[in-house]
């Protein structure tokens, strides 16, 4: 049975990961597709949190939607949580971001949700990102990955 995703449903809350390649260094970005809100724009995957849902779980279960990757909660290591972020129309929200480690470059299989993927030297990143995608960066979350 899908689970309830109307916006009453939904907290304002979400998760991201980080996916860091141990072996040429680079990060998985996902390319937001023309179906969705802030198209073109370059993203983590993760995304929101659903009411009674563990920041950890529903990252889970978003990298499974929208990246096809199946992983273990305990793969993904807590990087931080940024809190009272302004989001547009839905005001305060926390941002939950968390490390996944793989050990080559694998290709994701995407949803909807993105048209494309590319794996980035942390020096090269695209100019054009989302907000939780922004804040991860302006905050130095991507400076913590140990090579």
Same mark, same amino acid.
């Given at each position: 049975?899908?689970?309830? /995703? ?5 907290? #304002? ?5 980080? =996916? ?9 970005? !996902? ?8 198209? !073109?724009?370059?993203? *983590? *995957?993760?995304?929101?949190?659903? /009411?009674? @849902? ?22 993904? =290591?807590?990087? !931080?949580?940024?809190?009272?972020? /302004?989001?547009?129309?839905? !005001? ?31 020096? #090269? ?12 960066? @302006? #905050? ?6 140990? *090579?």
């Amino acid at each position: 049975m899908a689970k309830d /995703r109307s916006k009453s449903s939904l907290s #304002r809350n979400g998760a991201w990961a980080i =996916i860091h390649c141990i072996d040429t260094g680079k990060f998985l970005l !996902g390319k937001r597709s023309s179906t969705v809100n802030n198209s !073109g724009a370059w993203n *983590f *995957f993760g995304g929101r949190i659903d /009411r009674g @849902e563990e920041p950890c779980s529903a990252l889970v279960r978003e990298l499974a939607e929208e990246a096809g990757f199946r992983v273990k909660q305990k793969q993904l =290591i807590k990087l !931080g949580c940024v809190s009272g972020i /302004r989001r547009r129309g839905s !005001g305060d929200c926390d941002m939950h971001y968390y490390l996944l480690k793989v050990e080559r470059e694998v290709a994701p299989r995407l949803n909807r949700e993105h048209s494309n993927y590319r794996w980035f030297k942390r020096c #090269r990143l695209p100019a054009r990102f989302n907000l939780p995608t922004t804040v991860a960066i @302006e #905050r130095g979350l991507l400076d913590r990955v140990k *090579f």
